[in-house]
Each structure stands twice: as structure tokens, then as C-alpha cells.
């Protein structure tokens, strides 16, 4: 028989489904603070991309962290496509962006010294609240999710 997890609270979904609707925040949080413009191209962006990888929880959810891409230039564009050419992606960031490039070329990797339980992931969502309507946030976490937040 398969090991029961402890619950937080019946409101409060698995870690891992926490992880989700936080990177799904985060994504969206990001396109809008580059008013959904590649900022490559200038074209419409629909893919967030981290400047720090993922993996980093220290700088994971920040927004700063983050850039709005479209998906020619997120994945596909040879001479700056950060996942095809990240030498190339960073010169063009040097050029276009220097004051996020400074930031992180002095500290690409900071420390996290937290935990990533349950009640981290939910302030998280708490701190993403301010960036969405009532309705918007509501459906990307869910109306029992958003109660127990409140």
C-alpha cells in the first residue's frame, strides 16, 4: 500500500500542484511586464524565459529572473535563441538590456537557503495576487485555493 502524505489542509493542493500554478504566475506575471512584446523581435510574446535556469529557487520566481519571448526567438532563432545559442543570447542582452545583463553576470547563481514546503509556495501566490484581477487569479489557482489565500 502506497505511503499517505501529511496534508496541509484540504484547501491547499499538493506541493507539486503548488510548483504549477506558481510557474504559471510567474509566466504570466512576466509577459505582462513586457506588455507581451518579444523583446528580441518587438513581435507578440507568449513564452516567458528564465535568465537564471529554473532549477536556481533563489532566483526562480523573480521576476527580474525573467524575459518575454516569442517562440521564433525563445527556442528556433540561431544567432540568439537562448536554448540554441546562449553566447549569442547573452551578447544581444549585453547590447539591448545592460542592467539586467550586469545583474546577472555578477551573481548568475545566488544561494537559496529556504525550503520549499507547502507554506513558501503559497506566499509566493500570495506576493503574484497584486499582478491579476480577482477573476484571473481564480481561475489560475482555483476558487477553493483563493480562499483559503485570502
Known amino acids: 500500500m502506497a505511503k499517505q502524505r501529511?496534508?496541509?489542509?484540504?484547501?491547499?493542493?499538493a506541493k507539486?500542484?503548488?510548483?504549477?500554478?506558481c510557474d504559471s504566475l510567474w509566466g504570466k506575471s512576466v509577459l505582462a511586464d513586457w506588455n507581451h512584446r518579444c523583446a528580441i523581435c518587438k513581435g507578440r510574446a507568449t513564452d516567458p524565459h528564465h535568465l537564471v535556469p529554473r532549477q536556481h529557487y533563489a532566483t526562480r520566481y523573480e521576476l527580474s529572473n525573467g524575459i518575454g519571448l516569442c517562440s521564433r526567438c525563445h527556442l528556433w532563432c540561431p544567432d540568439r535563441a537562448p536554448h540554441q545559442n546562449a553566447a549569442g543570447f547573452m551578447n544581444?542582452?549585453?547590447w539591448n538590456h545592460p542592467e539586467v545583463y550586469l545583474r546577472y553576470s555578477n551573481d548568475p547563481r545566488p544561494e537559496f537557503t529556504g525550503t520549499t514546503n507547502a507554506d513558501y509556495f503559497c506566499e509566493l501566490i500570495r506576493g503574484f495576487k497584486q499582478?491579476?484581477?480577482e477573476e484571473q487569479f481564480i481561475k489560475i489557482v482555483g476558487i477553493r485555493l483563493s480562499s483559503y489565500l485570502a
Open 16 to 21: 507539486g500542484r503548488l510548483r504549477d500554478i
Open 131 to 133: 499582478y491579476f484581477d
Open 6 to 13: 501529511k496534508r496541509t489542509n484540504k484547501n491547499v493542493p
Open 92 to 94: 544581444w542582452l549585453e
